[in-house]
């Protein structure tokens, strides 16, 4: 690991950008207890391209809206059995996405699941904040707010 200069550090919330599969803001909650990321998916397609596994999924990164709603397809890097915060184990699929999160961009692995009833679309594990990442848990959206139009989006749909 780098030196203490070498870390970022980020709010318990953070908008983050995933530039590769078309998602401009989406709000993460970066949560040190959960050990992977996960992204809110539905639509979930497996099938095969060139003899590899491949998944093909729909991001909504709004909560009780569609715009931005995207359809992504991506290699599959593994199939993990995750155990939620309420204790329920679930097979999910794993992608590898490259994210912006406070201004620092990093590549990391993502597990697809239903996250309709959780307050935030996406979750930031250890695993990705171990590339450099400190959490201020007191603090909030360190890297900056999406645009306005994005906000407004997500106004007090939060938990």
């Known amino acids: 690991m ?3 200069h070498s870390n ?12 590769d599969v078309g998602v401009p803001w989406i709000k993460a909650k970066l949560d040190t207890g959960a050990q992977t990321s996960a992204i809110h998916a539905y639509d979930i397609e497996p099938f095969e391209r060139d003899g590899a596994d491949w998944v093909r999924f729909t991001i909504r990164p709004w909560q009780r809206a569609t715009e931005g709603e995207v359809v992504v397809e991506s290699p599959v890097v593994d199939r ?7 204790g329920h184990a679930q097979a999910r699929y794993v992608v590898e996405m490259r994210l912006i999160l406070a201004g620092r961009e990093v590549t990391v692995e993502v597990t697809l699941t239903n996250r309709d009833r959780m307050g ?8 990705a904040l171990r590339q450099g990442f400190l959490v ?6 360190l890297g900056g ?7 407004r989006l997500n106004r007090g749909l939060e938990g």
Do not use: H, N
Request: no cysteine; charged share 30%.
């Open 80 to 86: 993990r059995r995750v155990r939620s915060s309420s």
């Open 145 to 151: 707010k999406a645009p306005r139009g994005a906000r």
């Open 120 to 127: 935030f679309r996406m979750l930031i594990g250890r695993e």
């Open 8 to 19: 970022t550090v980020a709010g318990w919330r953070e908008w983050v950008q995933l530039p």
């Open 2 to 4: 780098g030196s203490p």
């Open 136 to 141: 201020d848990s007191d603090a909030s959206y």
